[in-house]
């Protein structure tokens, strides 16, 4: 099992770029989760989905900020015109989908506005 | 809404002492997931413990935590600190799935 796969674990782009992360869950997993940390919000919940659907996003900014899962193995966080404030390592977690059930944090995307 | 608070940023020990990282929440929730998540530098959070059950003990790598709802308290405990729990300590709540962090605590172990 390789656990919850990031790419790519590091990012730079300038301000005003797109930006895309993808996160490959652990096989099996119905559930998936994006989070961000950062050193001053600490960690915060962005969005998830359970059997690819979309569940929950109210930790979206409602601009820029877009996630989908195309299928049960990836989904992607895009962030449209970047800014600084955006700078952040971005975590994907998945689990069984059951209530309380560990989430497998992956090792995350750094991403860097310049 | 949900929240949890943990009251030290930044805990610093020395070798054998015991540890207790303070971890209180609030939700509306009657049976909320309570979590301790342990990230050591350059790494992603991994889970430590976990609970659901009221006044029972949980344990796991010599820590150990006991969900308190009377007192919305879930601290973490462990008797002699080692170098290697030098790390970082967020207490997470759930009431399904999506996991509420706290602000975290850093714990420095000493020689």
């Known amino acids: 099992n390789a656990g919850v796969i990031q790419t790519p674990r590091h990012k730079v782009t300038g301000k005003g770029q797109e930006a895309t992360l993808w996160c490959e869950p652990i096989?099996?997993?119905?559930?998936v989760f994006w989070y961000r940390q950062t050193i001053v919000q600490g960690l915060e919940f962005l969005t998830y989905?359970?059997?690819?659907?979309?569940?929950?996003d109210s930790g979206m900014p409602k601009e820029r900020f877009s996630a989908q899962m195309p299928n049960q193995s990836h989904s992607t966080l895009k962030i449209q015109s970047t800014q600084p404030q955006d700078s952040a390592v971005y975590l994907c977690?998945?689990?069984?989908?059951?209530?309380?059930?560990?989430?497998?944090f992956g090792p995350g995307t750094r991403l860097l506005v310049l | 809404g949900d929240s949890v608070t943990q009251t030290e940023g930044l805990v610093t020990l020395t070798e054998g002492l015991p540890v207790m990282l303070n971890c209180t929440y609030q939700?509306?929730?009657?049976?909320?997931?309570l979590f301790w998540y342990v990230q050591h530098l350059n790494e992603s959070p991994r889970l430590l413990l976990k609970?659901?059950?009221?006044?029972k003990r949980t344990e796991h790598q010599g820590f150990h935590a006991t969900l308190h709802k009377s007192s919305s308290s879930f601290h973490l405990q462990k008797s002699s600190a080692q170098l290697s729990d030098s790390a970082l300590y967020y207490c997470?709540?759930?009431?399904?799935?999506?996991?509420?962090f706290g602000s975290g605590t850093k714990l420095t172990v000493e020689p």
């Open positions: 977690a998945s689990s069984s989908g059951g209530a309380g059930d560990t989430q497998y």
């Open positions: 096989s099996g997993h119905s559930a």
């Open positions: 989905f359970r059997n690819q659907a979309p569940i929950d």
């Open positions: 939700t509306i929730y009657s049976n909320p997931f």
């Open positions: 609970s659901f059950t009221d006044n």
């Open positions: 997470a709540l759930s009431d399904y799935n999506v996991l509420y």
